[in-house]
């Protein structure tokens, strides 16, 4: 594949005189291709050229609507290429095929719904006195960065990229260092069709690209998604300058069983919920909390099923995919490695060496049951194919537990009484809380995002539009 080039200013950058960087095929430990090595120069004359076009005639005349039909016409073309792109997806990541298809079809999603709403955002009229007219008008906030990780990246450079176009804005994508493909097809269909610095594309590391960018000056708004500790440097950097920041920075999310649950039902949601995209995914059913009562027999069923997983490539067609690079295997085999006599894996929790595919980084599917909740392994995102367990005895153990990390992403409740359910459901400190089920196939519509050190604001649904708008209040006095 040839190498990716940068998109600045409507230019693509990258000659010969820049640094590259390696990009691997997780699946099989193969070269893809390279990206540029990013740096402070490049973040630079991103922000310059995204600062004049956010200036410019040519993308102030793009009437509401006008940008509305452009989101549209992507979400068509997204469709179009969606076999392409989910190739590419599934390349860069390992994800497996149907998984890739499945982020694709969310992409369109986000474009369609955010064009939809690009000409319904406005602001009031507030009633204050006689000959005052008082409005709210909404503007852009303007230069925009999206610093986008490897685990979704076309879904999560689509949610908040159609959100900010949407809303008038101009937008640089710093995507992650191992996953650039499906950003680079996008960033030339947007090359083609928007007004030159509108739409940028930026790549290399988060420690020098990432940083420079997030502390640059002329950035007015920032989104990142990523673990907790990039995202408290990012919001660092942001409040030197004064920045708002969307932050989307993981989970421990528990499936919460309750006695009366229909098991036929929950278990494969409960097994989709970790195992997907290898468990690499911020909103992962990583945790299992399950009353005592039925503990066994949900986790025998849970061990069955865990052991028909196929794991592999996606061209050998498997459930579990590798894990993305080698950094996060080694350090999942490390945590996996110790576990002591506070906790038991009950399948799993090894490397898995796949026929052909030796040198790509396959971890078996893993349940872990801990004595106690407190343990390392119910606190810390592993952020592979690993489900903890623990333990409860009643609905008011269950809602403690639930609550019992620093995180608060999305939780499932599984209860026949709506009840408890909903006693339940109300009393979790969750962004998300699914009832009988787990997730939502992109979930467009549903707002999304953190209790906690989860994150701050809200992604997807009307409200992520929120992000990328100032409000201006004019009042209007009149004298005749
Ligand atoms: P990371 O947070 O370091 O990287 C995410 C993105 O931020 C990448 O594009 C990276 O280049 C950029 N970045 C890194 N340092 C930066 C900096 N100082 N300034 C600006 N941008 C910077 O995540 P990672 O190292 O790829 O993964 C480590 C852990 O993060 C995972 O084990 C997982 O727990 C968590 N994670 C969470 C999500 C999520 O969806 N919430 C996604 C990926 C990773």
């Not at 994800?95 to 369609?112: C, M």
């Not at 005052?132 to 450079?157: A, D, K, M, S």
């Not at 030159?196 to 920032?222: M, R």
């Not at 919920?273 to 025998?300: F, H, K, M, P, W």
């Amino acid at each position: 594949m040839e190498n990716i080039q940068m998109l600045i200013d409507g230019e693509w950058v990258g000659s010969e005189q820049e640094q590259w960087i390696d990009v691997l095929n997780p699946a099989t430990g193969e070269l893809i291709t390279q990206i540029v090595r990013g740096n402070e120069k490049h973040a630079d004359r991103a922000v310059e050229a995204a600062r004049k076009a956010l200036k410019s005639k040519e993308w102030k005349s793009y009437k509401p609507f006008q940008r509305g039909q452009f989101l549209q016409e992507t979400a068509r073309y997204i469709r179009e290429n969606a076999q392409r792109l989910a190739e590419l997806e599934s390349t860069d990541i390992g994800k497996p095929s149907a998984q890739a298809k499945g982020d694709i079809e969310a992409a369109a999603r986000y474009f369609e719904f955010y064009a939809g709403l690009a000409d319904k955002v406005f602001g009031d009229s507030i009633p204050i006195e006689e000959d005052l007219l008082n409005v709210t008008v909404i503007e852009p906030i303007g230069v925009t960065l999206h610093i986008v990780p490897w685990n979704y990246p076309i879904q999560i450079t689509a949610r908040s990229v159609a959100a900010a176009i949407a809303t008038g804005n101009v937008v640089i994508v710093k995507s992650s260092e191992d996953t650039p493909l499906t950003t680079n097809f996008l960033a030339k269909w947007f090359h083609e069709k928007l007004p030159q610095g509108v739409f940028q594309h930026l790549t290399g590391y988060g420690a020098e690209i990432g940083s420079a960018l997030t502390s640059h000056t002329g950035v007015n708004q920032i989104t990142f998604t990523g673990s907790v500790p990039t995202g408290i440097a990012v919001m660092k950097s942001a409040a030197n300058n004064v920045v708002p920041v969307t932050l989307e920075l993981g989970g421990k999310s528990p499936n919460v069983v309750f006695k009366d649950a229909d098991l036929e039902r929950a278990v494969p949601v409960i097994v989709n919920s970790i195992v997907q995209n290898a468990g690499q995914t911020c909103s992962a059913g990583s945790r299992l909390l399950v009353e005592e009562t039925i503990a066994d027999e949900l986790l025998e069923k849970l061990v069955e099923k865990f052991k028909t997983l196929k794991v592999g490539p996606p061209a050998n067609n498997a459930d579990v995919g590798p894990i993305i690079n080698e950094k996060q295997y080694k350090r999942i085999l490390e945590i996996l490695g110790s576990v002591d006599d506070q906790a038991k894996i009950l399948v799993g929790g090894e490397a898995v060496q796949v026929e052909g595919y030796e040198n790509g980084f396959y971890i078996s599917p893993t349940i872990i049951e801990a004595s106690d909740h407190d343990n390392s392994f119910v606190q810390e995102e592993i952020f592979g194919p690993v489900l903890s367990v623990v333990r409860f005895s009643d609905v008011e153990e269950a809602i403690e537990l639930a609550n019992a990390t620093e995180y608060g992403l999305v939780a499932g409740v599984w209860s026949k009484d709506i009840d408890v359910a909903h006693y339940v459901a109300s009393r979790i400190d969750s962004g998300q809380v699914f009832v009988n089920s787990y997730g939502a196939a992109g979930g467009v519509q549903m707002p999304f995002g953190g209790y906690k050190k989860s994150g701050i604001g809200r992604e997807k649904s009307h409200l992520a539009v929120q992000n990328y708008i100032q409000i201006k209040n004019i009042a209007i006095q009149v004298q005749l």
